[in-house]
């Protein structure tokens, strides 16, 4: 079992930008496929972005397409959201996800996933 740790959160406003980190232990980082997700209220959770085990690939929902970055420091056995031109909408609280996947595979679902984090909310203020 991985432990996910997330931080980085905070209220932000329209325009700003945040950080996301999730920093990994209990298994051989390299050996995670990673991923954010976000829950609004009232809403269910949606996938954000995923990267693979190898890093050199990823890919985002059409709605942060542009504006987010994921990426992966193995190092630090940690994984990043870049968040720029936050907007009110992307005001949720924001998961990151692991699984043992392939190493060049991104994964979009919730339920592809075997680990969560905590969570960390992030605000938008328009």
């Known amino acids: 079992q991985v432990q996910l740790v997330e931080s980085g959160g905070g209220l932000v406003q329209a325009g700003g930008s945040l950080r996301l980190s999730c920093a990994a232990s209990?298994?051989?980082?390299?050996?995670?496929?990673m991923g954010w997700f976000r829950q609004a209220p009232g809403k269910e959770r949606e996938f954000v972005a995923a990267?693979?085990?190898?890093?050199?690939?990823?890919v985002y929902a059409d709605s942060v397409k542009g504006r987010f970055t994921i990426s992966r420091d193995s190092a630090k056995n940690t994984v990043y959201l870049q968040m720029n031109s936050l907007k009110p909408e992307d005001t949720a609280v924001y998961y990151c996800?692991?699984?043992?996947?392939?190493?060049?595979?991104?994964?979009?679902?919730?339920?592809?996933?075997?680990?969560w984090g905590q969570g960390t909310q992030v605000t938008v203020s328009s």
């Open positions: 209990g298994r051989t980082f390299s050996s995670i496929a």
């Open positions: 990267i693979s085990r190898s890093g050199d690939n990823t």
């Open positions: 996800a692991g699984v043992r996947g392939r190493y060049y595979l991104t994964y979009r679902g919730t339920r592809d996933y075997e680990d």
